[in-house]
């Protein structure tokens, strides 16, 4: 029975297809059917012209078409129509003989049988080049029989959410293909392979055509396959999928494997021209040197040879050309280093993948490296090809003389040994289930630097080899792992094609001694004293630290307990080490290379910074892992807690920074009780992660974190003071001399632990501070030693010797620790503001904390810094350098700017003008909170060349600006006007325009501040000026561009300060009498946010702590100063005193501060909460006719100002005073 189809020839095969019935069809017959257009695109059938051997006449106009697996009948209407088919169909076979191209099989990327949505039985399924074959069977796809075809040009492929997981979808404009495999594995094989080809289909062949223009490249450099479409970019070859696939293999540090068509971004012009000069021919010459004929790949190799070949061919070198065997490892680099300053790349080439270090050093500070030496001469395919090889590590070749080894070559190790073994793919090894069923017992063997694993000790084949040369990584495990025969101790070897391998021991000792022996072999002799720590994780890494932040180095790392030990590149086999555990940072951030997501782990110790990452997201998450446990609390010691730069542990630094911010003034704070599950909660969190934990007011009580501080002393596992000094401490009381007691509690504190030490000093330090402040909280001396005897000596009762010992501390703890006599006073200045002033933003110096940015205002780059009443810009600068670990460039000078006006105006700091001041003045401002401070890069060296090079002229900056004066005269009327600048002699002249003779206004520069920018409100007609301020006048200036704005605003920062821009080298840093900076110490809020009613509060608080300062240090001297100035500064003082007064009544509340992490908006609701009660304070009068203040009242009108001129004449003073004094010796 015939069926109706629509059949097509179009000289390359018969294809046919559905009626519009779609009835159901018998095979080999149809019916041929004639009809202009036919809407199906996919063919139910299809015959390849290769595949038909004959076509015969039948009767009844039928024709068969004969083929060798079977014979196809077809009919039609008429007999001319048949007669036509048939003269058409051998005209085709007589042509296809004469052109005899038997073109050769080419092998499917991917082929086997799947489920086919409308199908009964499994469809072969062939993926081949850029389209998928449908067929019956395999057989048929070998005879060139088909169902149909799906071009990948027109095709996506994607997973189905079925109730079959291993469903997947191929989906084209016209129809959607359902495809289901026997498993996930094959259907994630066929989903990869499909995309593949895909992406292929659609790639850009440009790049391609570009590089075959070199003849040699038209061929695979391993196996001679024609037209490569793949190439690894660091060994400049040419190569074809298959070999592709083999690099890949070796892993990206010894070839990166790229695609000539669909990775057109990493394509630069100067790489495609490497590969065009370099090409394939050349590139075998060295690294095919030596091959023979019969060791040659060819283009059907089976998989096993070329994997062989290419691992010998490029990672072993067994081919190389042996022109360079005989130069040591120092000539070689040496030779490099004058290589890569000429033309030819392929002398680079040869001595680089003959052993030199790409990273050598070149004996030159400022081009350090081959890449820099390249760049310094101009050599761009040398610094291309060096870029890509700046990870390559190649070895040398083998010398055997006489003499015997040239290298470092160590004894050959040898071991043999039952080990539990279980291999894993391309993930750590996963589940403990898993691992049991997949660990079975091996004969492993160690030797000539290979490590086999065989079924038995009678097998003569292993199942696997690993090269332990390739190791990158080895982890060995603690802790014991238990399986089905009892505990083994395993160790993990990780290799660079992100494959891992687990082994386990039965003791400890044999595990010590198999992970010896391979660290000892894949370690370099530069780091073998790494090997001899008791290591958890030792391996190779890639590292940037503060002496490069340039480039990748490599370096050799272990981790043992908590410490990090590591060799550096930099530091020629010095080891170093970081504590893990006082880590300041420890973060994952994730940056791009070549093209490529790369995971780099950021570690900060005391001012030090180091960025790592692995060779592959494997070993890079092993690392990670064992870094970030080993950071972690681990244990109940002391020393076992995450910990701060002054080695005190981070949750005893937060409980104290929390209850000097908000305890000082409570009553018998240390004596109430908090919620013992609160207790245990933050007891909790501390222990998990101390280091990002942040106590928060209004969110945690202050009763609950004493009791954690309380709590934490008690339960560790030895006391602070320790239990073995206990009879040391009590006798001490019997000796009834008052200095000679302090001087054994001295030579006690000196034996302890350090961090025990260090806890203590921290700890005294402050309940001395909480006892100054008994008057208000109660807390004396006594009281305090009550709480903490029992928590430092750990024992269950009191006795009256423990708190004596305690209380002798905490009373002469000035004397017992040598605190000076400038801290003691700024610890008093400081209680004195925080008993008295809820809103105070100071430091435990006594200082003031800002929020100061770097080069832009992001969260993520503020800090907050504490500002002493004496700080100069110079200092703060510094500061915050140091602290960001920026190491400016040699002819960069960065500064501190004051930002107000709502970012409309900038203005940078002389390194002399002190910081304090500056803030004061931002209450003028009409939104002083909108203004804050950023450091940033300002001048350069060339800047200040070319303007001494001007100043030899006589104009050093000239030309026409548009300005703006307030107030406006009234005939100038309200606009901007062009006028002509010239600045000379540290004068701006202003004329009416260039012809004028006679200034209209000269301006001194010295006299007067300048910002950048100038306010919208003034409706400027360009982006770009100046504002110059004076006492009386305002002056708006603008110019065409950004940088005549830069160049204006520098030329006059200079002439405003005659040269006088940074410290004279070797002139000592001034810096205030607090400590060094120190950055979350307390968790104040940032005085940046403050609304306008607390800015008169801040001017009070820094004028308070400059009188204090006076008081006590110059008492005598200010005595001296005029009348006026004593009775501001005392109108002051009884200001102060009237609000002490009254806030000592007034019912304490604690104001729901923000930590200084917090966020900006948790910020602002904090203070929104806090300021609903605060009314504008009000001058009014008492019943007895005299002025008073307390919370609704104000302050005079003009203390303000008073409190300004009193710093400002008090610094004019001590500057006298300090005058008279070197007068004094002078004469003397």
């Known amino acids: ?183 996930e594995k094959e259907k994630q094989e066929w989903i990869e ?374 060799c550096l590149q930099m530091q020629e086999g010095q080891e170093d080490r970081m504590n893990l555990r006082r880590l300041q940072e420890l973060t994952i951030s994730t940056m791009v290379q070549n093209g490529e997501k790369l995971d780099v782990l950021l570690l900060v110790e005391k001012g030090r910074t180091l960025y790592i990452h692995g060779h592959t997201k494997l070993d890079f998450t092993v690392w990670h892992i064992a870094i970030e446990k080993a950071a972690g609390t681990d244990g109940n010691a002391l020393q076992d807690q995450q910990l701060s730069k002054n080695d005190v542990p981070i949750i005893v630094n937060s409980c104290i920074a929390f209850v000097t911010q908000y305890g000082l003034g409570c009553k018998y704070i240390y004596q109430k009780n908090g919620d013992p599950l609160h207790i245990s909660e933050l007891l909790e969190s501390f222990k998990k992660d101390a280091r990002s934990f942040k106590l928060r007011a209004g969110k945690h009580q202050l009763e609950d974190v004493t009791g954690v501080l309380k709590c934490f002393l008690s339960d560790i596992d030895d006391a602070l003071l320790t239990k073995e000094l206990y009879p040391y401490w009590i006798s001490a009381l019997d000796t009834q001399d008052d200095k000679e007691r302090i001087k054994k509690y001295g030579a006690f504190i000196r034996t302890l632990p350090g961090v025990n030490r260090a806890t203590l000093a921290a700890l005294i330090e402050h309940l001395y501070r909480v006892q100054k402040c008994s008057e208000i909280n109660h807390m004396n001396a006594h009281n305090l030693a009550l709480v903490f005897s029992s928590c430092l000596f750990q024992t269950k009762g009191q006795t009256s010797e423990e708190v004596n010992v305690i209380e002798d501390l905490i009373n002469n703890y000035v004397e017992i620790f040598e605190v000076k006599e400038d801290q003691v006073k700024q610890m008093d200045i400081e209680n004195s503001f925080i008993t008295k002033w809820k809103d105070t933003q100071v430091s435990q110096a006594g200082d003031l904390l800002i929020e100061v940015y770097v080069e832009r205002k992001e969260p993520d780059c503020s800090i907050i810094i504490r500002i002493s009443p004496v700080m100069e810009a110079e200092e703060l600068t510094t500061d915050i350098l140091a602290i960001k670990n920026i190491i400016p460039m040699k002819d960069d000078i960065w500064a501190t700017f004051e930002v107000i006006e709502n970012e409309e105006l900038e203005r940078p700091l002389h390194y002399t003008e002190n ?173 940046q946010h403050e609304r306008n009613a607390t800015q008169a509060r801040r001017e009070i608080e820094s004028a308070r702590a400059e009188l204090e300062r006076l008081r006590l240090g110059a008492k005598h001297e200010l005595e001296l100063g005029d009348g006026t100035l004593k009775e501001r500064a005392s109108l002051v003082a009884q200001c102060l005193e009237h609000k002490d007064e009254k806030l000592r009544n007034r019912t304490r509340k604690h104001r729901s501060f923000n930590c200084l992490e917090d966020t900006e908006t948790e910020v602002f609701q904090g203070q929104e909460k806090s300021h609903k009660g605060v009314k504008t304070l009000r001058k009014t009068e008492d019943r007895n006719g005299k002025a008073t203040l307390d919370s609704n009242n104000k302050l005079p009108p003009k203390v303000i100002e008073e409190l300004s001129v009193v710093l400002q004449r008090s610094r004019i003073l001590a500057k006298e005073l300090q005058g008279e004094q070197i007068v004094q010796k002078e004469i003397k």
């Open 915 to 1087: 910081v304090l001041e500056q803030v004061l003045r931002w209450s003028s401002l009409a939104e002083p909170g909108a203004a804050y401070l950023v450091v940033k890069r300002f001048l350069t060296i060339d800047t200040i060349k070319h303007y001494n090079e001007r100043k030899t002229l006589e104009n050093i900056k000239e030309g026409v600006l548009k300005i703006k004066e307030e107030p406006s005269k009234i005939l100038s009327g309200n606009k901007f006007q062009d006028r002509y600048f010239i600045l000379r002699d540290a004068y701006l002249f202003l004329y009416k325009d260039l012809k004028s003779s006679k200034p209209d206004k000269m301006l001194s520069v010295s006299s007067m501040k300048f910002y950048l920018g100038v306010k919208k409100k003034m409706k400027p007609p360009t982006s770009w000026g100046l504002t110059a301020y004076s006492e009386k006048h305002h002056w708006h200036l603008c110019c065409d561009s950004s940088q005549t704005q830069m160049e204006w605003m520098a030329y006059v920062f200079i002439a405003q300060h005659e040269n006088d821009l940074w410290p004279p080298a070797g002139k000592e840093r001034k810096r205030s009498i607090t400590k060094n900076p120190k950055i979350g110490g307390l968790p104040l809020i940032p005085i």
């Open 1 to 183: 029975m015939f069926q109706k189809r629509w059949v097509k020839f179009d000289g390359v095969s018969i294809s046919y297809y559905n009626n519009d019935k779609g009835e159901k069809i018998k095979p080999k017959k149809w019916k041929i059917r004639r009809r202009k257009s036919y809407s199906e695109k996919y063919s139910k059938g299809i015959i390849p012209l290769s595949a038909i051997s004959t076509v015969r006449v039948q009767g009844d106009n039928k024709f068969e078409v004969v083929t060798t697996q079977r014979t196809f009948v077809f009919r039609v209407e008429k007999e001319e129509e048949r007669n036509d088919w048939i003269s058409i169909l051998l005209n085709a076979l007589k042509l296809q003989a004469l052109s005899s191209q038997s073109q050769a099989a080419v092998a499917p990327e991917k082929c086997g049988y799947l489920e086919l949505r409308g199908y009964k039985a499994k469809i072969f399924t062939v993926l081949s080049g850029n389209s998928v074959w449908l067929c019956k069977n395999e057989q048929d796809f070998k005879s060139g029989l088909g169902i149909t075809i799906i071009p990948m040009n027109v095709a996506n492929v994607k997973q189905v959410d079925r109730t079959a997981k291993q469903s997947f979808e191929i989906i084209t404009p016209y129809r959607s293909f359902s495809f289901t495999a026997e498993s």
């Open 193 to 566: 392979a499909v995309q593949q080809s895909i992406a292929e289909t659609l790639s850009d062949y440009e790049v391609a055509e570009k590089i075959w223009f070199n003849e040699s490249n038209r061929s695979c450099a391993d196996c001679k396959a024609p037209d490569p479409d793949w190439a690894s970019i660091n060994l400049c070859v040419v190569i074809c999928k298959k070999c592709a696939g083999q690099h890949r293999s070796l892993g990206p540090k010894d070839s990166k494997v790229r695609s000539l068509k669909m990775d057109a971004s990493i394509w630069s012009n100067e790489l495609i021209e490497l590969f065009i000069v370099i090409g394939n021919k050349r590139a075998n010459d060295f690294w095919a040197g030596n091959l023979q004929k019969e060791e040659e790949l060819h283009v059907d190799s089976p998989v096993e040879k070329r994997k062989n070949f290419i691992t010998q061919k490029y990672k072993e070198g067994r081919f190389r050309k042996t022109l360079l065997a005989s130069l040591t490892k120092e000539e070689l680099n040496k030779a490099l280093c004058a290589a890569v300053v000429k033309p030819d790349v392929l002398e680079t080439m040869a001595l680089l993948f003959s052993g030199a270090d790409v990273m050598c050093a070149t004996g030159d500070p400022e081009h350090s490296t081959p890449y820099l030496l390249a760049k310094k001469a101009g050599q761009s395919l040398q610094m291309e090809f060096l870029y890509h090889n700046k990870f390559s590590d190649f070895p040398q070749h083998d010398i055997h003389s006489e003499g015997g080894l040239s290298q470092e070559s160590s004894p050959s190790m040898f071991l043999c040994d039952f080990l539990y073994q279980a291999p894993a793919a391309a993930s750590k090894l996963s589940s403990e289930k898993k691992l049991l069923e997949e660990t079975n017992k091996k004969w492993c063997v160690l030797e000539g630097g290979f490590l086999s694993y065989y079924e038995s000790d009678k097998s003569t084949t292993p199942n696997g080899t690993i090269n332990i040369n390739d190791v990158i990584c080895l982890a060995v495990n603690k802790e014991d792992f238990c399986i089905n025969t009892g505990p083994i101790f395993t160790f993990e070897i990780y290799l660079p094609s992100e494959r891992a391998f687990l082994f386990g021991a039965e003791t400890s000792q044999a595990q010590r001694k198999w992970t010896e022996a391979i660290a000892k072999h894949f370690v370099p002799f530069v780091a073998e004293n790494l090997t001899e720590a008791d290591y958890d994780l030792i391996g190779q890494l890639y590292y940037k630290d503060c002496h490069a932040l340039d480039q990748w180095r490599k370096g050799w790392f272990a981790m043992d307990k908590s410490s990090l030990r590591f």
